[in-house]
Antibody, heavy 116, light 108 residues
Framework: QVQLVQSGAEVKKPGASVKVSCKAS????????ISWVRQAPGQGLEWMGW????????NYAQNLQGRVTMTTDTSTSTAYMELRSLRSDDTAVYYC?????????WGQGTLVTVSS | EIVLTQSPGTLSLSPGERATLSCRAS???????LAWYQQKPGQAPRLLIY???NRATGIPDRFSGSGSGTDFTLTISRLEPEDFAVYYC?????????FGQGTKVEIK
């Protein structure tokens, strides 16, 4: 069965970086893109961007350009999302999801807390 | 970017009633590339509808999507207890993809 398993919760200080992983199984990794979506506490969903897993092309949300990098390791079927220069308003649950457009399968979410 | 506005913000209904949720786009959504998701507290979103009107695998037929251009609707024909949740629309026709702010369907 399709599974996306994300790395564990992180606590970071303002200005630091975080890298969240998303390990896929149960399907051919390079057949689908991986999207990243975040959700601040009590708020709605925010699309962050997506990566095409077969060639590494990326499409980022404009408000995150320059701070976010999405990568993949096809040898381990793992996607990564790195966010730099963290601010308090980056505190959120970060989800990876299969598919670059709409997403049927989602990871369990990774809580990233940014606090001094 | 395309702004999606969902209404109402909260819908208070009883089990068995019909729910009609609206998603209005600031500009036309290309090729009806619109999806609907359901989210319950502490859970990841669940895809219900893609391509404006196509039910995802395993989604009950009480969920239906319609619309085109700038106006889209998610209808739940008869609410079951498990349907009380927050619903989001998402457009993926024009980059950047965007989500609506959500409609909460609560028990009256």
């Amino acid at each position: 069965q399709v599974q996306l398993v994300q790395s564990g919760a992180e606590v970071k200080k303002p200005g630091a970086s975080v890298k969240v992983s998303c390990k896929a199984s149960g399907y051919t990794f390079t057949s689908y893109g991986i999207s990243w979506v975040r959700q601040a506490p009590g708020q709605g969903l925010e699309w962050m961007g997506w990566i095409t897993t077969y060639n590494g092309n990326t499409n980022y949300a404009q408000n995150l350009q320059g701070r976010v990098t999405m990568t993949t390791d096809t040898s381990t079927s793992t996607a990564y999302m790195e966010l730099r220069s963290l601010r308090s308003d980056d505190t959120a649950v970060y989800y990876c999801a299969r598919g670059g457009e709409y997403s049927t399968f989602w990871g369990q979410g990774t809580l990233v807390t940014v606090s001094s | 970017e395309i702004v999606l506005t969902q209404s109402p913000g909260t819908l208070s209904l009883s089990p068995g009633e019909r729910a009609t949720l609206s998603c209005r786009a600031s500009q036309s959504v290309s090729s009806s590339y619109l999806a609907w998701y359901q989210q319950k507290p502490g859970q990841a979103p669940r895809l219900l509808i893609y391509g404006a009107s196509n039910r995802a695998t395993g989604i009950p037929d009480r969920f239906s999507g319609s619309g085109s251009g700038t106006d889209f609707t998610l209808t739940i024909s008869r609410l079951e207890p498990e349907d009380f949740a927050v619903y989001y629309c998402q457009q993926y026709g024009t980059s950047p993809w965007t989500f609506g702010q959500g409609t909460k369907v609560e028990i009256k």
